[in-house]
């Protein structure tokens, strides 16, 4: 069992950056590929970024390569989504999610769920 603790959301200009963190608890966190996800009311969950059990695998939806970075810390527990040069329709809820399953972008493949955060870019 792991649970998992956004934190970092905010409302920010196009342009600007944010960071996300996300704050594991579980014995099980360093063998767990990590993932964020995004929503928006009345749309399904999307993949944004994935790492896994170490930053040396990364994998990023084409809409925020480039822009987003993600990396773990397995000796706090954490995981960040560095979000540059963010756009109005980055707005969303984000959410951070833990799988089993190496690679994963599907919501499907990923087993735990924290509680979101949410992230507005204003124009």
């Known amino acids: 069992q792991v649970q998992l603790v956004e934190s970092g959301g905010g409302l920010v200009q196009a342009g600007d950056s944010l960071t996300l963190s996300c704050a594991a608890a579980?014995?099980?966190?360093?063998?767990?590929?990590m993932g964020w996800f995004r929503q928006i009311l009345g749309k399904e969950r999307e993949f944004v970024a994935g790492?896994?059990?170490?930053?040396?695998?990364?994998f990023y939806a084409d809409s925020v390569k480039g822009r987003f970075a993600v990396s773990r810390d397995n000796a706090k527990n954490t995981v960040t989504l560095q979000m540059n040069d963010l756009k109005p329709e980055d707005t969303a809820d984000y959410y951070c999610?833990?799988?089993?399953?190496?690679?994963?972008?599907?919501?499907?493949?990923?087993?735990?769920w924290g509680q979101g955060t949410q992230v507005t870019v204003s124009s």
């Open positions: 790492v896994g059990e170490t930053d040396d695998f990364t």
């Open positions: 999610a833990a799988s089993w399953i190496p690679g994963a972008k599907s919501a499907q493949g990923y087993a735990f």
């Open positions: 579980g014995r099980a966190f360093s063998k767990l590929s």
